[in-house]
Each structure stands twice: as structure tokens, then as C-alpha cells.
């Protein structure tokens, strides 16, 4: 995938002033091909995961609709499906990890 609006501003602000890039966008993990289609539907779906007490994760029906809107066939639906909800259940354990934990309770 190629750079956003924010990372090309910083990469050319970087070379501008003669400054090394931040290590998030010169050692940012590159996409293998094929693997595009996924990564987007992680990000368009994850506005429609439900949120209360916390983050739930995205529901199959959003997932569903995604590949519907997108005219999938069955094996592509089963991947976007499989990876999604792969992505979401770390992204999931990896906000979790970040929250901040009650004082006064043990683990």
C-alpha cells in the first residue's frame, strides 16, 4: 500500500529540513501483494463495531455486507471473513493490553 496524505506531508517535511523519518514510517510494515483487499475491509468495517462499556468486535453482518456491497464471490467472502476477524481479534487484544488498569484490583 502506498503512503497516506499525512505520511507523504511528514516524509517531505523530513527531507526538507534534513531530518532522519520517524521510525514508524521508515520501518513500516510493507503489505504483500494480494493482501490489500483485506487490510480495507478491516478499516471500513471497523466504524461498525459496537461500542459500550468497550470496543466490541466487528459483526458478521457488517463483514457480510461489506462483501455483498462489493459483489465477492463465496471463496473471496470466506477469506475477507477469516481475515477480518483475525485482524480485529488482535486489534481487539492490543486495545486491551493499552487500558489502563483499575488501581486496587489484582490481575
Known sequence: MEQGPVERNIIRDCMRRGLPLPDRIQNAPVLAP??????RAFYDLDSCRPIGMGEGPIPWSAIEQWCQALDL???????????????????????????????????
Open 73 to 107: 464471490d463465496e471463496e473471496e467472502s470466506d477469506d475477507v471473513h477469516t481475515l477480518v476477524r483475525r485482524l480485529d481479534n488482535a486489534y481487539l487484544r492490543h486495545r486491551e493490553a493499552k487500558r489502563p488498569k483499575p488501581k486496587g484490583l489484582k490481575k
Open 34 to 39: 494480494g493482501l490489500g483487499l483485506y487490510l
